[in-house]
């Protein structure tokens, strides 16, 4: 499945930004959902992600309470809401979806296809 995420840009901290996940050509109910991001000399890290029935969320603890991850099944699109944004959000942010079935209950890791990143950048 080709991934396409979209929706960054420039915003002050405070601010809000919506980012989507696009697939090409299908849906994404197959497939677990999961969004990371990668700052500048830094390792990529999991960000939020979502099981197959959209029921099951988890996050990394930088963005609970401010992240919201959510798709709809019958839609080959998903996303992440990201409100209350800190200069720390400051990344190259992707999604990822993978066939195999994820408990919810831990960080993903091992994702079978990615999509370009969009870069969130936010000012103090």
């Known amino acids: 499945v080709q991934l396409q995420a979209s929706g960054g840009g420039l915003v002050e901290a405070g601010g809000s930004l919506r980012l989507s996940c696009t697939a090409s050509?299908?849906?994404?109910?197959?497939?677990?959902m999961a969004w990371f991001r990668q700052a500048p000399g830094q390792e990529r890290e999991f960000v939020a992600g979502?099981?197959?029935?959209?029921?099951?969320?988890y996050y990394a603890d930088s963005v609970k309470g401010r992240f919201t991850i959510s798709g709809d099944n019958a839609k080959p699109t998903m996303y992440l809401q990201m409100n209350n944004l800190k200069p720390d959000d400051t990344a190259v942010y992707s999604c990822?979806?993978?066939?195999?079935?994820?408990?919810?209950?831990?960080?993903?890791?091992?994702?079978?296809?990615w999509g370009q990143g969009t870069q969130v950048t936010v000012s103090s």
């Open positions: 990822a979806a993978r066939g195999r079935a994820w408990s919810g209950t831990h960080p993903l890791s091992d994702m079978d296809y």
């Open positions: 050509g299908r849906t994404l109910s197959a497939y677990v």
């Open positions: 979502i099981n197959k029935s959209r029921v099951r969320k």
